[in-house]
Antibody, heavy 120, light 110 residues
């Protein structure tokens, strides 16, 4: 079964850092990009960023709202992607989902999400 | 403000057909593919349409997608109570090098 499981969420103070993990199973991790998408309380979906697969240099892209503060990486040996979030702001409070990004086939498998709350 | 515009809500009765629109521009939808995601209450999003009108394996054929010019639509026929959810359109933004989502449409099955 294809699965993505997010972890690492929690309560953090503004200005601090947090690292989320997206652990995958059931498919060849190296064959896919990974996207992160967030959803603030009561709001819609917002794409956060993604990381391409290694043949494409593991290139990353970010939404303007997080560029320079968030970094996405991947560890092929662990079939895991990471979202490093620095200089967190209250407006980063959201459920964070990772998804298998299949390009023209869309974000076709999603994790269950992990909640990040930024508050003093 | 999203570059993709969806109506905030839609409703229909069981068995009816409902369509949800997604309006873009020549840069969004006009020259890109559209994707649709269903988000049931309290759940993660799920892909229901990719590349404008293709259904992933396991998605009922009651769901269909179409695109014309700078607009796209998701149609659900034979509406069921379990279709009550939020629906989001999305497309790839070359200038952003990332995905953009519409604001979402809350579908109510009366």
């Amino acid at each position: 079964e294809v699965q993505l499981v997010e972890s690492g969420g929690g309560l953090v103070q503004p200005g601090r850092s947090l690292r989320l993990s997206c652990t995958t199973s059931g498919f060849t991790f190296g064959d896919y990009a990974v996207s992160w998408v967030r959803q603030a309380p009561g709001k819609g979906l917002e794409w956060v960023g993604f990381i391409r697969r290694k043949p494409y240099g593991g290139a990353t892209g970010y939404a303007a709202s997080v560029k320079g503060r968030f970094t996405i990486s991947r560890d092929e040996s662990k079939s895991t992607a990471y979202l490093q979030m620095n200089s967190l702001k209250t407006e980063d409070t959201a459920i964070y989902y990772c998804s298998r990004d299949s390009g023209i086939y869309g974000m076709d498998v999603w994790g269950q999400g992990t909640t990040v709350t930024v508050s003093s | 403000q999203s570059v993709l515009t969806q109506p905030p809500s839609a409703s229909a009765t069981p068995g009816q057909r409902v369509t949800i629109s997604c309006s873009g521009s020549s840069s969004y939808i006009g020259s890109t593919s559209v994707y649709w995601y269903q988000q049931l209450p309290g759940a993660a999003p799920k892909l229901v349409i990719y590349s404008n009108n293709q259904r992933p394996s396991g998605v009922p054929d009651r769901f269909s997608g179409s695109k014309s010019g700078t607009s796209a639509s998701l149609a659900i026929s034979g509406l069921r109570s379990e279709d009550e959810a939020d629906y989001y359109c999305a497309t790839w933004d070359d200038s952003l090098s990332g995905w953009v989502f519409g604001g979402g449409t809350k579908l109510t099955v009366l």
